[in-house]
């Protein structure tokens, strides 16, 4: 099994930035992906940006030049820096971890933008 553990969210003025954080644990698999989702208020969901362990990523649109996931593997971690910030990036983020088929979600953290 795998255990996902979120840091990072809370509120910010639009412009601002956010650093997420997802610390994965237990069975880790060396091929694997690792990314976020956010859930919006009115409970669409949208994949926000993925990165594979060998380093490719994708975006949504809507964050592209914003956003940049990375990640260090030593620490089985995973990073969403969220630059110049929008009130539409209000959302509760939830990371991920797929490998092997199996699919682990964290808790997921509130992110709040707005003056």
């Known amino acids: 099994q795998v255990q996902l553990v979120e840091s990072g969210g809370g509120l910010v003025q639009p412009g601002g930035s956010l650093r997420l954080s997802c610390a994965a644990s237990g069975s880790i698999f060396s091929v694997n992906t690792m990314g976020w989702w956010r859930r919006f208020p009115g409970k669409e969901r949208e994949s926000v940006a993925t990165?594979?362990?060998?380093?490719?990523?994708e975006y949504v649109d809507s964050v592209k030049g914003r956003f940049t996931t990375s990640r260090d593997n030593t620490k089985n971690t995973v990073y969403l820096q969220m630059n110049s910030l929008k009130s539409e990036d209000t959302a509760v983020y939830y990371c991920?971890?797929?490998?092997?088929?199996?699919?682990?979600w964290g808790q997921g953290t509130q992110v709040t933008v707005s003056s």
């Open positions: 990165m594979t362990a060998s380093g490719t990523t």
């Open positions: 991920y971890y797929f490998g092997l088929g199996l699919k682990t």
